[in-house]
């Protein structure tokens, strides 16, 4: 009998401004898979000024993570959307707390992949205090090692709230804080990558010939 291939359930993980969202771009752009980040579904509830979006912004400006108690279920919910189901998708951001992996586990929902990027310390809270968004583009930028095209208003780039050193210690501490919990749930599946080289490198030497294995 012939299986139809699983589509990749696929989880990337690593600090904050460990190149995820570069990661994401590329493999997303590549395989097809939807994107699911929770930091972006949670700036959009706020933006949006929804319920979950007031329950979460204090959080998120504070560098804090949100409650379990209002993150599972938005999630939870998204997953079972058929684009997620047909496609497979690549969760970023998700699950950051051993109670968030529990919960995927108890909804029945079995992880395939499970990326993680892994980068030096100071590597990170200097990418983090240089990080720029445009507003128009969505493109992040880096001030020193990846700055917008010539002629760009860098007054006009988005430096996020949490995007400060006092901040960014909070968000490693707290990463740091639940990564080996979360890494037992994962660890027969997981790819540990150095998310210190080139993100193209990183796809082509290792992200894409695990997830499409
Ligand atoms: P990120 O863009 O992934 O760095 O997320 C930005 C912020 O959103 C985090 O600092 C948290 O406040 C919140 N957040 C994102 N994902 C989660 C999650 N899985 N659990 C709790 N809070 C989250």
């Given at each position: ?15 904050p401004a460990?190149?995820?969202g ?17 930091g972006d579904?949670?700036r959009?509830?706020v ?13 998120m400006e504070?560098g ?64 983090v205090v240089g990080r720029r968004m445009?507003p128009?583009?969505?493109?992040i ?16 780039l988005i430096h996020r709230p949490d995007d400060t050193?006092?901040k960014a210690?909070?968000r ?42």
């Amino acid at each position: 009998m012939v299986t139809k291939p699983t589509v990749p359930r696929a989880i990337i993980a690593g600090a904050p401004a460990s190149g995820k969202g570069t990661q994401c771009e590329i493999i997303v752009a590549s395989l097809g898979l939807v994107h699911l980040s929770t930091g972006d579904m949670l700036r959009a509830a706020v933006a949006k000024g929804s319920k979950v979006g007031k329950e979460a912004q204090k959080f998120m400006e504070a560098g804090e993570l949100v409650p379990d108690s209002v993150i599972i279920g938005v999630v939870l919910e998204r997953l079972a959307q058929k684009d997620c189901l047909t496609k497979g998708y690549l969760l970023d951001g998700f699950p950051r707390t051993e109670a968030q992996a529990i919960a995927m586990e108890d909804a029945g929902i079995v992880i395939n992949k499970f990326l993680l990027l892994d980068v030096p310390e100071e590597m990170l809270i200097r990418r983090v205090v240089g990080r720029r968004m445009d507003p128009k583009t969505k493109k992040i930028y880096h001030l020193e090692f990846n700055p917008p095209p010539e002629g760009t208003d860098v007054s006009k780039l988005i430096h996020r709230p949490d995007d400060t050193e006092e901040k960014a210690r909070v968000r490693l501490d707290t990463y740091n804080k639940n990564l080996e919990a979360i890494l037992s749930h994962y660890k027969d599946i997981m790819l540990r990558v150095d998310g210190s080289t080139k993100a193209q490198d990183i796809f082509d030497n290792h992200a894409k010939p695990y997830l499409t294995s």
